[in-house]
């Protein structure tokens, strides 16, 4: 092209521009809007990649087993009937009373950088324990006093000391933080044909809901409540018992009022079962190995509330039994204490619901939504020393026995024995009401399935 024609397509260039400046500067406004949203929210992204929003603020110690289960594995791992086998450990040793467990890796184990893993990588931070590293690929623990559930501690992921590389399906590619928290976590995968995944961090379940409408993330996991997303045809909903934690009422020991057993016993049978949801009656879940099918069951069972209200008063004053029975609970379980207090209610007792934002530090009856390990040992929860954590100020020294005896013994069958007697005897004194365990939600749009199905299926 010489210049006279490259001077004539210039002129019939600015002369076009001149005729249609209005739809030229629309153009370029739209191409910078799309450019901005692109940018903020990621609209079009790689399909084989899913954004997933997890609710709750984390640092890098102390992130949500959703993402750490992604990126590697534990020297342990619990069955569902909560049995602890091996995982990256070809096994363990334990000395007679339960004070010093050595575990051995298995051999040729890599970091998902294909790096060997050494013993020395790996750091563990547990109370009152010390750890050494006598031989390559053994690993010591030195306890300060007798504690049979060991191995149930190690079923976290590890990771290579001050990394977040791990053993799993994933690597994390990319970290984003706002001062101390954890905003975004970009992960690749190491086989192929697993999508990528980026993980958004929302403070609050609304929040989350907010950044899900917006096109932020293409599912939200552990939602407490999916209604948010009813009638809404593009969504879909998986649910499943969440067994690691339990809605309960806890019953305030000391209160002039309810440290009668028999009255707590009245309460608990009045209580009906809670719609849709899986039936705890228990401290364990129905599958735990130490679980007593034949303990004591309440709910919906009018008679004996009433059986029990008779043998309460005799040892109750009538003026005491006209006093208020106040249970406090938090805004997202406050249609289950409605369905509690109403029970009550029909029971004759001036019963009320107090709905407070914060886990109330004082209460009489406080609905709430407790965390339960792995392993049978609940003694943090019940044993009579445990005054920050047992709630209820629950003091039994028959319960105290069984839970001191359940972490010292070694034998699985006469811990089972020692856990079967301490469930017939919490059971029997009533401090709590175990409602039910909650549903674990995942709200996603239907679209994604395929890919988040392959994410779910990793390591479930």
């Not at 369905?339 to 009320?352: E, H, P, R, T």
């Not at 009856?365 to 100020?393: E, G, R």
């Not at 010292?408 to 009533?430: G, N, V």
């Not at 039910?436 to 299926?457: C, D, M, Q, R």
Request: with cysteine.
């Amino acid at each position: 092209m010489n210049l006279r024609s490259l001077r004539l397509f210039f002129l019939i260039l600015i002369e076009y521009l001149k005729r249609n400046i209005y739809w030229v500067l629309g153009f370029f406004a739209v191409v910078c809007i799309f450019s901005f949203l692109q940018f903020k929210f990621n609209l079009i992204h790689a399909p084989n990649v899913i954004k997933i929003g997890i609710i709750g603020t984390y640092q890098q110690h102390d992130l949500p087993q959703e993402l750490t289960r992604l990126i590697s594995e534990g020297l342990t791992t619990a069955s569902e009937e909560g049995k602890i086998m091996p995982v990256l450990v070809s096994g363990w040793e334990v000395n007679n009373d339960a004070t010093q467990y050595k575990f051995k890796l298995k051999d040729n184990l890599k970091w998902s950088d294909n790096t060997q893993i050494s013993s020395s990588d790996l750091d563990f931070a547990i109370p009152n324990t010390v750890v050494s590293f006598p031989e390559k690929g053994i690993i010591q623990f030195n306890l300060k006093e007798s504690y049979s559930p060991f191995p149930s501690l190690l079923v976290k992921p590890v990771f290579k000391k001050g990394t977040l590389l791990g053993t799993g399906p994933y690597k994390v590619q990319k970290v984003e933080k706002s001062r101390i928290f954890i905003t975004k976590i970009t992960l690749s995968p190491i086989d192929p044909k697993l999508p990528g995944i980026i993980i958004r961090f929302y403070p609050s379940e609304k929040v989350a809901v907010t950044g899900f409408n917006l096109g932020e993330v293409q599912a939200i996991f552990g939602l407490s409540s999916p209604t948010a997303f009813a009638g809404n045809s593009q969504v879909a909903l998986k649910q499943k018992p969440d067994y690691s934690k339990i809605v309960t009422i806890l019953f305030q020991a000391e209160d002039p009022l309810l440290q009668n057993r028999s009255l707590r016993q009245a309460l608990a049978y009045q209580l009906p079962q809670i719609p849709n949801e899986e039936i705890a009656n228990n401290p364990y879940p129905p599958k735990l190995w130490a679980y007593n099918s034949s303990s004591k069951k309440y709910f919906s069972n009018p008679g004996e509330a009433q059986d029990a209200l008779k043998r309460a008063k005799s040892n109750i004053s009538q003026e005491k039994l006209k006093s208020e029975i106040i249970l406090t609970t938090t805004p997202n379980l406050s249609e289950v204490g409605k369905i509690a207090v109403d029970a009550w209610k029909g029971l004759g007792f001036d019963a009320k619901l107090r709905v407070e934002s914060g886990i109330a530090q004082n209460f009489q009856a406080l609905l709430i939504t407790q965390s339960i390990p792995v392993d049978p040992d609940q003694y943090f929860l019940w044993h009579a020393t445990q005054t920050k954590t047992n709630l209820t100020k629950y003091n039994s020294k028959r319960a105290d026995k069984d839970l001191e005896d359940g972490r010292k013994i070694i034998s699985e069958d006469e811990r089972r024995e020692a856990y079967f007697d301490f469930q017939k005897t919490l059971l029997e004194d009533t401090p709590a009401v175990f409602l039910y365990f909650p549903k674990y939600n995942i709200a996603y749009l239907k679209k994604t399935e395929p890919l988040l199905s392959l994410v779910l299926g990793v390591r479930n």
